[in-house]
T-cell receptor
Framework: SQTIHQWPATLVQPVGSPLSLECTVE??????LYWYRQAAGRGLQLLFY??????ISSEVPQNLSASRPQDRQFILSSKKLLLSDSGFYLC??????????FGSGTRLTVV | AQTVTQSQPEMSVQEAETVTLSCTYD???????LFWYKQPPSRQMILVIR??????QNATENRFSVNFQKAAKSFSLKISDSQLGDAAMYFC????????????FGKGTKLTVNP
């Protein structure tokens, strides 16, 4: 069966520090991968998606970037965090069109 | 751009009763997909039900069913025989059928189930 791993579960980082969140999928090949952000009191916002290694599409211009160095690995990064980057970050994957499966999320607090 | 609106920030229901969560959306497209996702306290998003816009029949998954009104752009979720485990945030989402990977989410409705 397919599983998705996302870490860390929680993270507190100072303003201006770098960020690296990692997501890996097991049990499938060539999945579509996604990064979503959920701000407090708001719905989910698609940040990035990838249909293959090295292929990244950005939905919202911001302080973040994404990379896909391996087929089942998706990384969300920032060189310098802002207070507004705080939120709940969810990684997701799909192999069958339309069916998104989400990871357990990372709670990021920028202080 | 498509938008999804959930007008009920919070709802509550008695255990074993029925509750309906509202969702409306705005789009100029004729072909699309609609979803309801559940986010329990564990924060992991779980797909509850999905509806293809070209299908007139309302989708059903066990105790969960939808009332899809395409002309009114309405997509409500009905939960029958509510259980304590149904307590969660529920998100309505829209996806174009035109190849875009983007899911547009509403802001969510927090459902409380009272014993």
């Amino acid at each position: 069966s397919q599983t998705i791993h996302q870490w860390p579960a929680t993270l507190v980082q100072p303003v201006g520090s770098p960020l690296s969140l990692e997501c890996t999928v097991e049990g499938t090949s060539n999945p579509n991968l996604y990064w979503y952000r959920q701000a407090a009191g708001r719905g989910l916002q698609l940040l990035f998606y990838s249909v293959g290694i090295g292929q990244i599409s950005s939905e919202v211009p911001q302080n973040l970037s994404a990379s896909r160095p391996q087929d089942r690995q998706f990384i969300l990064s920032s060189k310098k965090l802002l207070l507004s980057d705080s939120g709940f970050y969810l990684c997701a994957w799909s192999r069958v069109p339309l069916v998104l499966s989400f990871g357990s999320g990372t709670r990021l607090t920028v202080v | 751009a498509q938008t999804v609106t959930q007008s009920q920030p919070e709802m509550s229901v008695q255990e074993a009763e029925t509750v309906t969560l509202s969702c409306t959306y705005d789009t100029s497209e004729s072909d699309y997909y609609l979803f309801w996702y559940k986010q329990p306290p564990s924060r992991q998003m779980i797909l509850v039900i999905r509806q293809e816009a070209y299908k007139q029949q309302n989708a059903t998954e066990n105790r969960f069913s939808v009332n899809f009104q395409k002309a009114a752009k309405s997509f409500s979720l009905k939960i029958s025989d509510s259980q304590l485990g149904d307590a969660a945030m529920y998100f309505c989402a829209y996806r174009s059928a035109g190849g875009s990977e983007k899911l547009v989410f509403g802001k969510g409705t927090k459902l409380t189930v009272n014993p």
